[in-house]
């Protein structure tokens, strides 16, 4: 089955301490993404990549950082640096096409929630 | 500032009515729109799409209506079914460029047996 994976699904972690987010991929897409989501607000776009070893910063990148070694692979790291990490995280991917939108397809999401 | 606004949280709809679910948007730029659909524990899927050269696109129960000059969308949903209950996302933004979408906030429909 092709799709996205993120894990964990729920995640803790103590103030001052980083943590990494996965997300995988096998649907061979080119461009992956990362979202925050929090109570009574839209997707906001963390980073994304659209070609390996290449990412680019979203609205809100600071306090998180990126790596895409890997086509498949698009793992967030979120830092002590974030002021309000507690949220919910969606990675998504799409190919990408000059000619015509390319849907997103999203992962279930990670929990993450800071003690 | 919120360039995509739903300003319904929550819709309950009895099955087999319509549910109207509404979204406006400010930046007179977007030539794409989109609604995605929800699931508890799940991420979200894409429902359907219009762009800016249309006013209607139709997909089996589903129907989106672009008004451009009020900047405001809507998703019919004709009959409701149980499972249409979801959270749907309203999105918009420039054609073939997916990083720049800007997603609402979203509406929890409910359809009431």
């Known amino acids: 089955d092709g799709g996205i994976t993120q894990s964990p699904k729920y995640l803790f972690r103590k103030e001052g301490q980083n943590v990494t987010l996965s997300c995988e991929q096998n649907l061979n897409h080119d461009a992956m993404y990362w979202y925050r989501q929090d109570p009574g607000q839209g997707l906001r776009l963390i980073y994304y990549?659209?070609?390996?070893?290449?990412?680019q910063k979203g609205d809100i990148a600071e306090g998180y950082s990126v790596s895409r070694e890997k086509k498949e692979s698009f793992p967030l790291t979120v830092t002590s640096a974030q002021k309000n990490p507690t949220a919910f995280y969606l990675c998504a991917s799409s190919i990408i096409g000059l000619a015509d939108y390319n849907e997103q397809f999203f992962g279930p999401g990670t929990r993450l929630t800071v003690l | 500032d919120q360039q995509v606004k739903q300003n319904s949280p929550s819709l309950s709809v009895q099955e087999g009515r319509i549910s109207i679910l509404n979204c406006d948007y400010t930046n007179s730029m977007f030539d794409y729109f989109l609604w995605y659909k929800k699931y508890p524990a799940e991420g979200p899927t894409f429902l359907i799409s219009?762009?800016?050269?249309?006013d209607k696109n139709e997909d089996g129960r589903f129907t989106v209506f672009l008004n451009k000059s009020a900047k405001h969308l809507s998703l019919h949903i004709v009959p409701s079914q149980p499972g249409d209950s979801a959270v749907y996302f309203c999105?918009?933004?420039?054609?073939?460029?997916?990083?720049?979408?800007?997603f609402g906030s979203g509406t929890r429909l409910s359809i009431r047996p």
């Open positions: 990549s659209q070609i390996v070893n290449d990412f």
């Open positions: 219009i762009s800016s050269i249309k």
């Open positions: 999105a918009a933004g420039p054609y073939s460029s997916a990083s720049k979408i800007i």
